[in-house]
């Protein structure tokens, strides 16, 4: 990522898959290195996001909350063929 001097960065997955009778119910976790660092940030954070940059006026509102995608998550699916 040009100018983004943090922006480098490895995800990876590990998980299980089982097939019964053609549904396949998988679970994975998913981790990456990437770090960021959403609290009190006073700089661009890559891998931060935010759920409301602004109100209905374009005002920009400071009590808007952050997701670190550098963050680990647990995945559960169930899919089935046909």
Same mark, same amino acid.
């Given at each position: 990522?040009?100018?983004? /001097? ?58 808007? /909350? ?17």
């Amino acid at each position: 990522m040009k100018n983004v /001097h943090n922006g480098d960065y490895t995800d990876w997955k590990i998980g299980v898959t089982k097939d019964i009778s053609g549904w396949v119910v998988a679970l994975s976790y998913v981790d990456t290195n990437a770090s960021g660092k959403c609290s009190g940030a006073s700089t661009y954070q890559p891998y931060c996001f935010y759920s409301s940059l602004s109100d209905s006026n374009g005002t920009l509102q400071t009590s808007s /909350h952050t997701k670190d995608a550098g963050n680990g998550i647990a995945i559960v699916s169930v899919s089935k063929s046909f």
